[in-house]
């Protein structure tokens, strides 16, 4: 049984940071592209960042470049979202998925070709 369960969210300040952390269980880990989505209330589900199965590429929305790192750890099934600079804007439940071998931007960057989700982590941020 596949399992993504996301940590880390929480209260944070404009201009701090948080680091969210997604453990997986239950799939072959190297052999997936990892992403972040979010959703704020009241809105669409919104791709935020991804990092191919290798490591080797990583892809942000506009918005979160400089600000946000994603990584991933494959010796421990874990990804990570570091998010710096943080602004009241970036409140919304954070999603951690997994998509088999997904590796063209196109699809890297729509929710709809990953298989896997976790059940998400509330980010707050404060002004």
């Known amino acids: 049984q596949v399992q993504l369960v996301e940590s880390g969210g929480g209260l944070g300040q404009a201009g701090g940071s948080l680091r969210l952390t997604c453990a997986s269980s239950?799939?072959?880990?190297?052999?997936?592209?990892l992403g972040w989505f979010r959703q704020a209330p009241g809105k669409e589900r919104e791709f935020v960042s991804a990092i191919s199965w290798s490591g080797g590429n990583a892809y942000y929305r506009d918005s979160v470049k400089d600000r946000f790192t994603i990584s991933r750890d494959n010796a421990k099934n874990t990804v990570y979202l570091q998010m710096n600079s943080l602004k009241p804007e970036d409140t919304a439940v954070y999603y951690c998925?997994?998509?088999?071998?997904?590796?063209?931007?196109?699809?890297?960057?729509?929710?709809?070709?990953?298989?896997?989700w976790g059940q998400g982590t509330q980010v707050t941020v404060s002004s």
């Open positions: 998925a997994a998509g088999y071998r997904l590796r063209i931007y196109q699809r890297i960057v729509r929710s709809i070709n990953y298989e896997h």
């Open positions: 239950g799939l072959a880990f190297s052999t997936y592209a």
